[in-house]
Every structure is written in C-alpha cells, then in structure tokens.
C-alpha cells in the first residue's frame, strides 16, 4: 500500500466528504497529506484522525479558503515548508448553489462561481510554477456528473462544473509538454453530507432520498472511497499517460438514456 509514498499532496476541503476520504485514501498510500479546509476544526479533526488510523501518516491541516488566490498560495507555502514540494493537487472544495436562473440572486451566482471554478483556478495557479518548473505534477479537479448534465433548479452549480471541465482540459493541454498532468474525476451522487442537506431541503427528504437510490442503474449511490480509489490512481505513477481527461463514478447513471 505505498502507491504515493514519498509523493505530497494538497487537498482542498479536505475536513469531510470526498475531501476527506481522498485525504484518507492518500495518506494511507503513503502520501503527506495537506488538508486544505475552510473550517480550520474540522481539518485538524480529520488529520488527527487519519493520523492516529494510519500509522507513520504525516498529515497537516490548514485553514484555507479557496475563493482567495493568497490562502491558498499560503497554504502551498506551508505544505512545502512540511513535507516538500507538492506533487498532487485535488481541487475538491466545492458547494451546491441551486436556485432558478430568474429568481436566483446576483450574491448566489458570485458564491457558486467563487467556489466552485475561481477556487479551482486559484489552486491550479498555486501549484503550476513549482509543477511546471520540476517538470511534475498531478492535479485532479472534482467536477461533477452536472458538468454534462442539467438538472433544472439547479443553476448555477452546473455552469461552473462545465467550467471545470474546460479549464482541465485547457491547464492539462497547455502543461503536457512539461509533464504536469490534470484530470477531473465527475461523480454522480455519492453519500455525504451535501447530499444528506440537500435531501433535507425537500419537501419530502425521505422520498427524495428515495427517488436519488432509484436513479443510478445499480440503484445505490456512490461512496466517498469510491471517489478517493480513482483520485489515488490519477495521482499515481499508474496513470501517466492520462492527461486532459474526466472519469465518471455514477454506476453507469450518465450513459443511461432512460428506464
Ligand atoms: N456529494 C455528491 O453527491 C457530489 C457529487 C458530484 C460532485 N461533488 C463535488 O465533490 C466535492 C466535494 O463534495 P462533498 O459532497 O464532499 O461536499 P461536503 O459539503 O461534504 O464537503 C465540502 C468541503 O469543502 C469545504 N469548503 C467549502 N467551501 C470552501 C472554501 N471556500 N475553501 C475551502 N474549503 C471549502 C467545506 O467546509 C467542506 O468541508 C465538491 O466539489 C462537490 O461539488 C459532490
């Protein structure tokens, strides 16, 4: 199980949810682990976890906002003085924003860009010098199946997952000549506590819940491990020529046309 050692890797809302289990998953590979967190808490909740799990982790949390580029320069700064150089960026770090396009508020179309595509960007440019400059590096954006897929109610959210899309094909296309490889991964609905919110903001949460277990093909939802397998593969020396690319984890529910 030491598919990362020697590599570091900087995860961004790393505190819960997917973050949180690729940050598991990563250090159990043998990666130093940065976890990148808004909530401050909750990343030094989760590093003292992983660190007391797996033995020999080096962990590290830092409080870090990705809407702002200087947060996380810092937080690069910070896990390079630790561990090193970092080798593997996960832009994680996302929110839902659903509203209607007509009604929706012009604070809401900022908060989900903020987030959602500017915090990507602002961790890309954060690592690309160091990665482009060693000639190394995976980064690995988490989209979203709404990247492909629209859902109505649910703007903005998947305009900025569509922007994901684009800007990891575009940073992946301009840095291949220097071997700095960057991927997305588009889960489907997996179980965490987004999800459990947003089944909570239903009229009818038990029911929504329902109908969500219904909608993929193997008629389940995904798991946040399921997530961390395929971030572990794309940081890995096991994925090289992989670059520009996206890996749907949705049990097949995106090539469905219908029942
Ligand atoms: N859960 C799903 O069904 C699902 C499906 C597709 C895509 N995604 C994407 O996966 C990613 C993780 O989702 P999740 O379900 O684990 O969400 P989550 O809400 O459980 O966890 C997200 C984490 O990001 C942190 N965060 C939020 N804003 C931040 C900021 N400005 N700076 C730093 N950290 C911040 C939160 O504090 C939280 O710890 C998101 O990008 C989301 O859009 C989730």
């Known amino acids: 199980m030491n598919r990362l050692a020697g590599k570091v890797a900087l995860v961004t809302g790393a505190g819960r949810g997917i973050g949180a289990a ?3 998953a990563f250090a159990a590979e043998g990666a130093a682990v940065v976890l990148a967190e808004l909530d401050g808490a909750t990343a030094a909740a989760t590093a003292r976890e992983i660190a007391n799990a797996c ?5 590290l949390a830092v409080q870090t906002d990705v809407t702002q ?3 996380l320069r810092a937080a690069v700064q910070e896990a390079q003085r630790a561990f090193g150089p970092v080798d593997v960026l996960v832009n994680n770090a996302g929110i839902n924003v ?4 007509l009604t929706m508020t012009d604070d809401d179309w900022r908060r989900c860009f903020a987030v959602d595509l500017d915090g990507v960007w602002n961790g890309c440019r954060a690592v690309l010098p160091g990665m482009v400059e060693r000639c190394a ?7 979203s199946t709404h990247a492909f897929q629209i859902i109505p109610g649910c703007f903005p959210y998947p305009v900025a997952k569509h922007g994901v899309i684009g800007l990891t094909r575009a940073l992946g296309i301009e840095y291949a000549p220097k071997n700095v490889r960057v991927n997305a991964i588009a889960p489907g609905y997996i179980e965490t506590q987004l999800t459990h919110d ?6 009818d949460p038990e029911a929504a819940r329902k109908a969500t277990l219904e909608l993929p093909p193997m008629k389940r939802i995904g798991r ?5 397998m395929t971030a572990v593969f794309l940081a890995s020396d096991e994925a090289p020529f992989i670059n520009a690319s996206c890996i749907t984890i ?10």
């Open 22 to 24: 690729i940050a598991r």
């Open 55 to 59: 033995e020999g982790a080096r962990t």
């Open 69 to 71: 580029p200087a947060s």
């Open 98 to 101: 659903f509203a209607d396009p």
């Open 137 to 143: 590096g995976s980064i690995i954006n988490i989209a």
């Open 198 to 203: 947003w089944w909570n903001a239903q009229p």
């Open 224 to 228: 946040p491990e399921e997530v961390a």
């Open 250 to 259: 949705d049990g097949g529910r995106t090539a469905l046309h219908h029942e």
